[in-house]
């Protein structure tokens, strides 16, 4: 390694290191010389940001509208600046827009670069007056990121559906319900979907919440301290769909909380997916057998012929951890950077635009499962097992008056009477059932019927043919809008 001293442009001096691989860095440098083609590739951010034309066009607009009226723009130049931009937007659309490498560093500049060569530069740039890459980057986020939520709230909507109508086409089906993966007592099939479509019930009311929060106007802001020429926040604002206004301008511009806010949303949405997904994937098995994917969501083994394996649902529950990461990542990467705006927060766009692809794609394989999957009635109710109806027999003796904490000793005695005897509870006779305790009626008998247990669970939220409907009704009212 050796230093060697030099002169740059216009004589400024420079100081380089060469290395052993002919590599010559600079290590001071107090020259107005070219960007680093390295940096200048570590910098950019066209290739990412590009899917925000749209919005970047959409604002622009709006800006040059509300600048008419500040006296920034005539009339004309507002008709100029608003014709340009549609000849832009529809270069975008038909992907005949030519990005120019070492100009174009992001989606603004691209757009003002090309205004310019339409309309000229005298009237293009007058469109940059009193804003800002910062409040304009912030616009774009919130526009694109608005419009995204909508329609994966759709797709949300849209597995909410297929939960309410297998439910209700499905009510008589029973199966056993489960704790710590052990059979614990029974319930309709119905009710199982009915737990995952409370849980997405609640991740569609927090989107709806998330929404209201993204859309949000900071268009006008500038750079950090606001606007000095009187702009019209609220027509802007009013013009590209937003609720209302960020009023700080130093924090419109520094906030990524609401794309954080959206991934800690999509995170805690694909954590419900993956829990459900473990599930089917679980009754799948040939061990339980309750259920079978279709193909389209199947594939096999490449050595064993009769595998039939749950890509489908393994990949909802593995990219649930890519969702996980994506949030983590974001709040690493600003956790730390002082007020307001960093370049650290444009790591906030490609996480973001990953995560928002996870989230849509996730939630159309679900509901396009769970629509086309079989479900095999006799398998689950050949998994019922008489000790299932052990807190039933515990609640028999409850209604003759006798406290719970007795009866589920004396149930427990039963269980332990069947396993004694190595029959199912049911198949003890009325004799040995009293000989554990007498107050054991003819009538006991008929706590083991496996619908009438489920019917006993009447009250709201229970797993009864009543109970379950009302959940049903409820959930389609949360799809309303309702609560």
């Known amino acids: 390694m050796a230093l060697q001293a030099g002169f740059g442009a216009a004589g400024s001096p420079v100081t380089v290191v060469k290395l052993s691989l002919h590599l010559v860095i600079p290590v001071t440098v107090y020259c107005l010389g070219k960007t680093d083609e390295l940096m200048e590739q570590y910098n950019e951010s066209l290739s990412f940001d590009r899917v925000f034309y749209a919005q970047d066009i959409a604002g622009s607009i709006a800006y040059a509208r509300a600048n008419v009226t500040t006296k920034i723009l005539t009339q004309d130049e507002f008709a100029a600046i608003e014709k340009g931009l549609k000849q832009i937007l529809e270069e975008w659309r038909t992907d005949n827009f030519v990005v120019k490498k ?11 670069r090309r205004l310019g060569e339409i309309i000229g530069t005298d009237i293009a740039g007058k469109l940059h007056t009193g804003r800002s890459r910062n409040d304009q980057v912030a616009t774009d986020l919130r526009l694109w990121l608005r419009d995204e939520l909508r329609e994966i709230e759709r797709y949300l909507i849209d597995l909410l559906k297929v939960v309410a109508e297998r439910a209700q086409n499905d009510i008589s089906l029973l199966m056993p319900s489960y704790t710590h993966l052990q059979r614990a007592q029974p319930i309709r099939w119905s009710h199982w979907l009915l737990s995952y479509g409370a849980f997405f019930a609640d991740d569609l009311i927090r989107l709806r919440e998330v929404i209201k929060r993204v859309n949000r106007c900071p268009l006008g802001c500038g750079a950090v301290a606001g606007n000095a020429f009187h702009i019209d926040r609220h027509a802007m604002a009013q013009e590209l769909g937003f609720d209302g206004l ?11 909380v609401f794309i954080l806010e959206t991934m800690q949303w999509g995170a805690t949405t694909m954590m419900n997916i993956s829990r459900w997904s473990e599930d089917l994937i679980i009754y799948s098995s040939g061990e339980f057998g309750f259920v079978r994917l279709a193909d389209a ?40 950077i002082p007020s307001t705006y960093n370049k650290d927060l444009q790591e906030s766009v490609e996480p973001m635009l990953a995560h928002i692809t996870t989230l849509k794609d996730s939630l159309l394989i679900a509901a396009r499962v769970l629509a086309t999957l079989t479900t095999f009635p006799t398998k689950m109710a050949a998994a019922l097992t008489p000790d299932m109806l052990a807190t039933d027999l515990a609640e028999y003796l409850v209604r003759k008056g006798l406290p719970f904490r007795e009866t589920h000793h004396i149930s427990g005695r039963v269980v332990a009477l069947a396993e004694q005897e190595d029959v199912p509870m049911d198949r003890l006779s009325l004799q040995q059932l009293q000989g554990v305790d007498g107050r054991f009626g003819p009538d006991v008998l008929g706590v083991f019927d496996y619908e009438r247990s489920v019917e006993m669970k009447d009250a709201m939220g ?7 409907e009302e959940q049903i009704r409820n959930l389609l009212r949360v799809i309303e809008g309702g609560k």
């Open 102 to 112: 070492g100009i174009d560093e992001d989606i603004h500049t691209a757009n003002e």
């Open 246 to 256: 960020l009023p700080n301008s130093m924090a419109a511009v520094a906030d990524r």
């Open 462 to 468: 229970g797993t009864s043919k009543r109970a379950v």
């Open 297 to 336: 969501y199947t594939t096999g083994s490449s050595l064993m012929p009769q595998k039939k394996n749950s890509d489908s649902l393994e990949l909802l529950r593995g990219k649930a951890g890519r969702a996980f990461g994506h949030m983590a990542g974001l709040m690493m990467s600003i956790k730390g």
